[in-house]
């Protein structure tokens, strides 16, 4: 039995999807930020470019449409902040897309920043409430943007390159096995009878002998033995043959288990290295020095230091006891490594960067690193390059902006936070005066100096002595002023009022100051903060007053182990003209990036209601799969604290109370795919739709050519049941805002959307969302079922789960996948599925019904006993998986044995026309329907094209290629080709 089989879940039947909601129409995505930005991507940071590369070489494109593009990358994670901020890991989606416009530059008061689109959303305490805002709606004077600030988890074993596989193209490299395999084969080096040309050759190479040395050895010319070791002459004579016996009995060769040889496949140069095993404090010590003191080409790493010989001493000791490399002395200050092989192994095991500073990051497995050894990385990094200032702080200068990045998620590993910053000056490496942007990274403040020097330390007696005394003589709460609360006095006083804490009471405590000053700034410095947020926690713990508790849930969500929230310094907006980039994570939908690491969110309308891309189911996401149709369950949730529409939202948590909701209700979104060539799966969604939400964008004029044509598929699938969704109202003027009101309300009138309720919104800005909730809940109930009716459900897909390499004890049926339109299934149920098996007998085709029975139910995460309308639901099955491979089945229609319709093979359909073609820019008039024309039909999930066998004015009669199950009284849309695609014309009822 497969794991997808016996995967147990606590089942909650809240979040059990009971109703499907479409969503046509304008759904945008990707608001992104620049592609020269540090995105948080398997415990590294990586450049928006670097990911780029990856996901176009690597990736599996699993969705391209209107310039953008989805990308799923095998092994690829990200860490997102969850409903409570504790950090978890999660598999992203990157999406690409190309944009021209404006670009804002967020830049906060302790040097982070991030450029991004203006929809771009930030997780923000606004004056006391946690929010999120977009780019163009952030406000300095009241909004603090959250940064990470927490500890990324330390891998129990960091993931290092396969350095042998990458370089044997160039390379012939040996390892202790290779050495062990040739000492047996000869008896420790005593019999040679057994060896070959390669294995003489490897020997050869194991003692670091050239041809030459080795010719002179055995006394032949190096030409002649290169010929025969090279295998250019054939077979190995039987003088050559002693001659090297006897060279190599005598020589006895030693390779250690941590060494490795290197030979250049071009040049013939031999390399001997060692190659640690572990990572240690020794090799992250060289790294670190490497990093703050080297160059390196593809063939050369060089050193210098003028200052601390003593850890230039231990550095070339290290050199020569880790590596077995020995660096050569060009100066007192200057040492130079001139070694191809090894600069290759560094580059393919530890993933290092040749070049200048400017390219030569510090290596990426940095972050992955524990905090001992982060410790260790920054002692020797900042003793290096840092310098011990004068007035109180310790200042690194970087011209490599990533490395400063890197130094940040360090720190903040260990708990101390650094302050950023960018400044011109001349460089200091050229006799020339060149004036350059270095970016600078400064530990200031008695506690963070404090906790540098306990868990960092200084390696430099006189300058560890200056450091103590210089924070000696700060106040314990001496701070920038950049450690403040954005807060409102007024949630503070009503606060102390509810707890009974009068004035006098409140002078007595150590925040007063700070709560008193907060009447006039609103601002409230961060380390009384603390403490004023340790003395309601005290003072609430006992307490069973709904108000004092809500207010405090509200003031402790302020501050978090991950994350701190920064001032807004400076919102500089550019225009931009390229490639974007953005990560799409699944459940929670933010990740971290930028300079100094911003907590980042991408959003559309379904993703602020769902959390997730619809695009890629969450099952298709975990088994590398994609269905035409996306599904997104989204669960519906009401604060009983909060009032009106304001209490309706999609997340467990009240970010304005800071306390659960209670769940209504789960349904379905059935995002059909809102570009015009996609027509055909809009239909198929539409017939699983209870209702639907109807995207409309504020921004262009109403009716849109694809408005029209998907007006026309809720028409013709009989969904009735609409909220419009008019989107986009943060980007237009309220006098435009109120014209397109108008507009969408001439354009529905007469049709099945005229009574609908049209709620104005913007998905970016997560403007009104709660009154589109309320009005979903209140417009489109979930529908009565009756269980005992007969099941049906239409088949959207089906695949196979199971792995490559699977034992036959191992291996699961086939999965199905689709809605359910009436009754339910149970496990351990007889079921059939039509049209079935399509076979061949006597030249004949036949449709044969398959017969298996429902191994198991699988819905939203879940595995039911029974499962019934509303939501996709994974039917496994018996069958051979083998027949529901690559969506085989898709289209058919699952019940109880001899309960379902007919299949047929010929229709005769009474026909409704369009005067018109919807969807196209010119107006076309749709001809009536001819014999002998082909038709495309679109009947619940099922496609099938067919040719006309009769036709007349108000009905056809057409014999079908595939057949479908229908009934009578099925609705059925009609596409017509035009212009070599098809087109809806109407739609009709089946005689």
């Known amino acids: 039995?497969?794991?997808?089989?016996?995967?147990?879940?606590?089942?909650?039947?809240?979040?059990?999807?009971?109703?499907?909601?479409?969503?046509?129409?304008?759904?945008?995505?990707?608001?992104?930020?620049?592609?020269?930005?540090?995105?948080?991507?398997?415990?590294?940071?990586?450049?928006?470019?670097?990911?780029?590369?990856?996901?176009?070489?690597?990736?599996?494109?699993?969705?391209?449409?209107?310039?953008?593009?989805?990308?799923?990358?095998?092994?690829?994670?990200?860490?997102?902040?969850?409903?409570?901020?504790?950090?978890?890991?999660?598999?992203?989606?990157?999406?690409?897309?190309?944009?021209?416009?404006?670009?804002?530059?967020?830049?906060?008061?302790?040097?982070?920043?991030?450029?991004?689109?203006?929809?771009?959303p930030f997780l923000v305490n606004r004056m006391g409430s946690l929010?999120?805002?977009?780019?163009?709606?952030?406000?300095?004077?009241?909004?603090?943007?959250?940064?990470?600030?927490?500890?990324?988890?330390?891998?129990?074993?960091?993931?290092?390159?396969?350095?042998?596989?990458?370089?044997?193209?160039?390379?012939?490299v040996l390892v202790y096995e290779d050495f062990i395999g040739i000492k047996n084969k000869s008896g420790n080096f005593v019999n040679f009878e057994k060896f070959t040309i390669e294995d003489f050759n490897k020997l050869r190479i194991i003692c670091g002998l050239s041809l030459s040395k080795l010719s002179a050895r055995v006394g032949y010319s190096d030409s002649y033995l290169g010929e025969v070791l090279s295998l250019k002459r054939r077979g190995l004579s039987d003088n050559v043959k002693r001659a090297l016996s006897k060279f190599f009995s005598l020589s006895k060769p030693v390779l250690s288990k941590d060494e490795i040889v290197f030979l250049d496949r071009k040049k013939g140069a031999i390399t001997k290295i060692r190659d640690p095993k572990a990572m240690d404090e020794n090799i992250v010590r060289w790294f670190s020095f490497v990093h703050s003191e080297g160059t390196s080409t593809e063939a050369r790493i060089s050193v210098s230091q003028k200052n601390y010989k003593n850890l230039l001493s231990e550095f070339l000791s290290i050199s020569k006891d880790k590596f077995g490399v020995e660096f050569k002395k060009v100066s007192d200050i200057d040492y130079h490594?001139?070694?191809?092989?090894?600069?290759?192994?560094?580059?393919?095991?530890?993933f290092f960067c040749t070049g200048n500073v400017m390219q030569s990051p510090i290596c990426r497995w940095v972050l992955s690193l524990d905090k001992k050894l982060t410790a260790t990385f920054l002692k020797w990094f900042i003793i290096l390059e840092g310098s011990f200032e004068k007035s109180r702080e310790i200042v690194v200068i970087q011209r490599n902006k990533h490395d400063i990045n890197m130094l940040v998620y360090m720190l903040n590993k260990?708990?101390?936070?650094?302050?950023?910053?960018?400044?011109?000056?001349?460089?200091?490496?050229?006799?020339?005066?060149?004036?350059?942007?270095?970016?600078?990274?400064s530990i200031c403040g008695r506690e963070n100096i404090a906790n540098f020097i306990r868990l960092v330390g200084i390696e430099d007696k006189k300058k560890a002595a200056l450091m103590n005394r210089s924070i000696s003589g700060l106040r314990p709460d001496s701070r920038k002023s950049l450690e403040v609360v954005f807060i409102d006095h007024r949630i503070l006083n009503t606060l102390c009022k509810l707890l009974g804490w009068d004035k006098k009471r409140i002078r007595q405590k150590s925040w007063f100051y700070a709560y008193n000053a907060c009447y006039n700034t609103n601002r409230f410095s961060k380390d009384k903060f603390l403490e004023f947020l340790k003395d309601i926690k005290i003072a609430c713990k006992n307490s069973n007053n709904t108000a004092i508790n809500r207010i405090s849930a509200q003031l402790q969500a302020l501050y978090h182990k991950n994350i701190s929230f920064d001032v807004i310094k400076g919102i500089e907006k550019t225009n931009y003209n390229g490639e974007i980039i953005d990560l799409s994570v699944p459940e929670h939908q933010n990740f971290i990036a930028g300079f100094g690491g911003i907590i980042s969110h991408n959003t559309t309308l379904l993703q602020a209601l769902s959390g997730k891309w619809t695009g890629?189911?969450?099952?298709?996401?975990?088994?590398?799969?994609?269905?035409?149709?996306?599904?997104?369950?989204?669960?519906?949730?009401?604060?009983?604290?909060?009032?009106?529409?304001?209490?309706?939202?999609?997340?467990?948590?009240?970010?304005?109370?800071?306390?659960?909701?209670?769940?209504?209700?789960?349904?379905s979104l059935v995002d059909a795919p809102g570009h015009e060539t996609l027509m055909a799966t809009v239909l198929a969604g539409a017939a699983l739709m209870d209702g639907a939400l109807f995207l409309i964008a504020a921004n262009q004029k109403c009716p849109q050519p694809q408005t029209r044509e998907h007006l026309a598929a809720l028409n013709i699938t009989g969904v009735e049941k609409i909220v419009i969704v008019q989107n986009k109202i943060d980007i237009v003027p309220p006098e435009k805002l109120k014209e397109n009101y108008e507009q969408i309300k001439n354009f529905v009138n007469g049709t099945v959307a005229e009574s609908a309720p049209i709620v104005p919104i913007s998905a970016q800005q997560r403007i009104n969302l709660d009154a589109l909730i309320e009005t979903v809940e209140k417009t489109i109930p979930t529908p009565k079922r009756d269980p005992k009716k007969n099941p049906k459900m239409l088949v959207v897909r089906t695949f196979d789960v199971n792995k490559p390499g699977y034992t036959p004890e191992k291996l699961s049926g086939g999965v199905l996948g689709g809605s359910l339109l009436q009754g339910e299934f149970k496990?351990?149920?007889?079921?059939?599925?039509?049209?079935?098996?399509?076979?061949?007998?006597?030249?004949?085709?036949?449709?044969?019904?398959?017969?298996?029975?429902?191994?198991?139910?699988?819905?939203?995460?879940?595995?039911?006993?029974?499962?019934?309308?509303?939501?996709?639901?994974?039917?496994?099955?018996?069958?051979?998986?083998?027949?529901t491979k690559a969506d085989s089945l898709a289209g058919s229609v699952v019940g109880h044995p001899n309960k379902l319709p007919s299949v047929l093979h010929k229709l005769h359909i009474e026909t409704d026309l369009m005067e018109s073609i919807i969807g196209a820019e010119d107006t076309m008039k749709v001809d009536n329907i001819r014999t002998n024309e082909p038709l495309m039909l679109t009947i619940g999930t099922s496609r099938t094209v067919g040719i006309v066998t009769s036709a007349r004015k108000d009905n056809f009669e057409i014999s079908l290629k595939l057949p479908v199950c229908v009934e009578k009284g099925n609705r059925v849309a009609i596409s017509r080709q035009i212009a070599n695609r098809w087109r809806l014309i109407g739609s009709g009822v089946i005689k």
């Not at 008061?109 to 689109?117: D, E, F, L, P, W």
């Not at 070694?339 to 530890?350: I, P, S």
Request: proline share 4%; with cysteine.
């Open 131 to 172: 929010k999120w805002v977009c780019a163009n709606s952030l406000n300095p004077k009241t909004d603090q943007v959250a940064v990470f600030a927490g500890d990324l988890p330390e891998q129990t074993e960091i993931k290092l390159g396969d350095f042998i596989g990458s370089m044997s193209k160039e390379y012939i």
């Open 414 to 441: 260990l708990g101390i936070r650094a302050c950023l910053g960018d400044k011109t000056r001349f460089a200091t490496n050229s006799p020339k005066k060149i004036r350059r942007k270095y970016y600078t990274l």
């Open 827 to 883: 496990v351990g149920d007889e079921i059939e599925i039509r049209p079935g098996l399509r076979v061949e007998r006597e030249n004949k085709i036949f449709w044969e019904p398959l017969f298996t029975k429902v191994a198991g139910l699988h819905k939203r995460n879940m595995l039911l006993d029974k499962a019934g309308p509303g939501g996709l639901v994974g039917l496994m099955t018996e069958l051979d998986p083998a027949l």
């Open 616 to 667: 890629t189911h969450s099952e298709e996401q975990k088994r590398g799969l994609t269905i035409k149709l996306g599904y997104a369950d989204v669960t519906i949730y009401k604060c009983e604290k909060c009032e009106g529409f304001e209490s309706y939202s999609t997340s467990p948590k009240c970010l304005k109370h800071v306390s659960d909701s209670v769940p209504l209700r789960t349904v």
């Open 337 to 350: 490594l001139n070694n191809k092989a090894f600069v290759r192994y560094l580059k393919e095991k530890y």
């Open 1 to 120: 039995m497969s794991e997808f089989y016996s995967m147990k879940t606590e089942v909650n039947e809240k979040l059990i999807p009971e109703a499907n909601i479409g969503t046509v129409g304008h759904v945008e995505h990707g608001k992104c930020i620049a592609l020269d930005e540090d995105i948080l991507i398997n415990n590294h940071l990586t450049s928006g470019v670097n990911l780029k590369a990856l996901a176009e070489s690597d990736g599996k494109l699993i969705r391209q449409e209107g310039g953008e593009r989805v990308y799923e990358l095998p092994r690829l994670y990200t860490y997102s902040l969850d409903s409570d901020f504790n950090l978890v890991r999660a598999r992203p989606l990157i999406f690409l897309q190309k944009y021209k416009g404006p670009m804002f530059e967020i830049k906060t008061r302790s040097g982070r920043s991030i450029k991004v689109t203006p929809s771009h």
